[in-house]
C-alpha cells in the first residue's frame, strides 16, 4: 500500500492546485482564529470549490460550536472534521452523528501513556491522526513545528486509519514513516517558506518524496 498525505492549513490558490496536482488525498483548512493558516468562511467556500469530490475536504477546529460548525461544513462542503482541542468523546460522536461527516480525532503526544486516550476515541471516530504536544509557550495546539519520539509508535495498531503529524518535512518524512510503520503522513509547517505560505515546490517535493516511498 503506497503511502498517502494530506497537506494541512491551505489557504491559497497556489497551495491547493500544487497538492491537488501532486497527489495529496486530503487538504486541510484552518478554522482556527489564532492561527496563520486561518481562512474565513467565504474564504473557505472560494478554495474548497477547486477540490474534486475524490479528494477529502478537512477542517480542523479546536472545540467548535455548533454554529462554528455548521458555517464551516457549509461554506468547504466538507468530508471530514479535524477535532484538535479537547472534546470528549461524546461530542465528538455527537458531531459525526448530527452533521454527517467523518471525524478525525487528534491525540495529542509527548511520551507512550498519552497514546492510551486513542482507545475511547476508537469505536466512533473515522480517523486517528498522532500530533505531538505543543510546546508550553505555543498559542495553538497544532502546527507548531514540533515532532514527538515517533518510535513511541513503533509496533502499535489501531482498529481505524491513522495519520502522523507533528514536524515532518521532506528530509524526515522518510524516516517517521519507516520508524512508525503508518500509510497516511499530515504536513502544514514543512511544506511553507513563512508561517501560513505555503510553498508549492515544496509541496511538490514533499508528496514526490512521499509516493516514493516503499
Known sequence: MAIAAKICGLNDVEGIDAALRHGARMLGFNAFPKSPRYVTPDRLAALAARVPDHV???S???DPDDATLETWIRA?????VQLHGNEPVARA???RDRYGVKVMKVIRVAE???LDAAAAYEPIADWLMFDAKPPREATRPGGNAVAFDWRLL???TWRRPWLLAGGLDVDNVKE???LTGTRFVDVSSGVESKPGLKDPAMIRA???TVRDIV
Open 60 to 62: 480542523v477546529m479546536v
Open 56 to 58: 477529502e475536504r478537512v
Open 176 to 178: 517517521a514513516v519507516a
Open 93 to 95: 460522536e455527537a458531531i
Open 154 to 156: 513503533s509496533g502499535r
Open 76 to 80: 468547504g462542503r466538507l468530508s471530514i
Open 206 to 208: 514533499f508528496l514526490e
Open 112 to 114: 507512550a501513556a498519552d
